[in-house]
């Protein structure tokens, strides 16, 4: 498998298998920390506030879950990505702030 380090995610896209219908990419906050930010898209704000929902995951257990992620890891740190369903393309989210996802 990959070597690009360890991601956030939601327990909810893990623990549940989802595929990935948001993520983006921010500043490392470490070196084995990759800044990438994985999502499935049915977590609320209250859910992602709640660090007992978050959790730090080898990026290796994303692609077991969703091989679909794995051409944009390239991506520049900024970047955002969603979808509107899990079998859809990924486009570029306009709406992504990341002064204001690193609040979280």
């Known amino acids: 498998m990959e070597k690009f380090g360890f991601v956030l995610a939601t327990k909810m896209l893990v623990e549940g298998r989802r595929k990935v219908r948001y993520m983006y990419h921010e500043e490392a906050t ?17 859910y992602v506030n709640d660090p007992d929902h978050i959790a730090v995951y080898d990026i290796n ?18 970047t955002a990505l969603e979808r509107e369903d899990p079998d859809a393309t990924f486009v570029v989210s306009r709406d992504f702030d990341p002064e204001e996802e690193g609040d979280e």
């Open 30 to 46: 470490n070196p084995q920390d990759s800044g990438w930010r994985f999502f499935c898209g049915d977590e609320d704000d209250e």
């Open 61 to 78: 257990t994303i692609l077991e879950i969703d091989r679909s992620v794995f051409p944009y890891l390239n991506c520049a740190v900024g």
